[in-house]
């Protein structure tokens, strides 16, 4: 099956420093990229909807000049977390949808674990 | 109303029985769908897609009711591995709507 990879699968840092979050499909070319935040014991959250080549779609309440999403190539997404809060601490899950096909499964990185102090 | 809504459950069955889960979606547009399953701590993994005329894979099989909106799940001789939250998956109308429900737990039980 598609392989989705996250980097860095976990990370500690101070607060008010930005933190890069890198999704890479590896076997597949990945039109739409999809960012996901989960707390504990809560569902995925939609963030954000990354086309190669465009701005990412935004949702509701996300803001779009603190958490940067880049999707620069078929298989490269990167989420920035500027100036980090406590409140950010949560963890983030990348998806890729396959180019080829529209209305197709996505397939899940292994989350990155952010822990603000 | 919820675009997709699930029972979060818990739901704590003894092994070897049949549990069977249940998701409702408001878009009547909605184009595809998928059960995934995500262990604790894990990010989510496609258990799999549901089509019209329903879709079986092993133990597991998943149908699709268009005009009550919803989808279904259901797990046969249930084991101890399939504790998990299982999340009801619908891709919208287009290019970029996909919503996640909130999850169903299962806890299966020696």
């Known amino acids: 099956g598609a392989v989705v990879s996250q980097h860095p699968s976990w990370v500690i840092c101070k607060s008010g420093t930005s933190v890069k979050i890198e999704c890479r499909s590896l076997?597949?070319?990945?039109?739409?990229m999809f960012w996901y935040r989960q707390f504990p014991k809560q569902s995925l959250m939609l963030m954000a909807t990354?086309?190669?080549?465009?701005?990412?779609?935004?949702e509701q309440g996300v803001e779009k000049d603190k958490f940067l999403i880049n999707h620069a190539s078929l298989t490269l997404s990167t989420l920035t977390v500027t100036s980090a809060h406590p409140e950010d601490s949560s963890f983030y899950i990348c998806?890729?949808?396959?180019?080829?096909?529209?209305?197709?499964?996505?397939?899940f990185g292994p989350g990155t674990r952010l822990t603000v102090l | 109303r919820k675009e997709v809504e699930q029972d979060p459950g818990p739901f704590n069955v003894p092994e070897g029985a049949t549990v069977a889960f249940n998701c409702t979606y408001s878009?009547?547009?909605?184009?595809?769908f998928f059960w995934y399953r995500q262990d604790c701590r894990k990010e989510p993994k496609l258990l799999m897609s549901?089509?019209?005329s329903g879709n079986e894979d092993g133990r597991f099989t998943a149908q699709l009711n268009r005009a009550s909106q919803y989808i279904s799940l259901l797990i046969r001789d249930s084991k101890l591995s399939d504790s998990a939250t299982y999340l009801c998956?619908?891709?919208?109308?287009?290019?970029?709507?996909?919503?996640f429900g909130t999850g169903t737990k299962l806890q299966v039980i020696p």
């Open positions: 990354s086309n190669e080549g465009s701005k990412a779609t935004y």
């Open positions: 076997d597949f070319q990945a039109t739409t």
């Open positions: 998956v619908v891709n919208g109308g287009g290019y970029q709507k996909v919503t």
């Open positions: 998806s890729a949808r396959e180019q080829r096909t529209r209305h197709g499964t996505q397939y």
């Open positions: 878009n009547s547009a909605s184009q595809s």
């Open positions: 549901v089509y019209s």
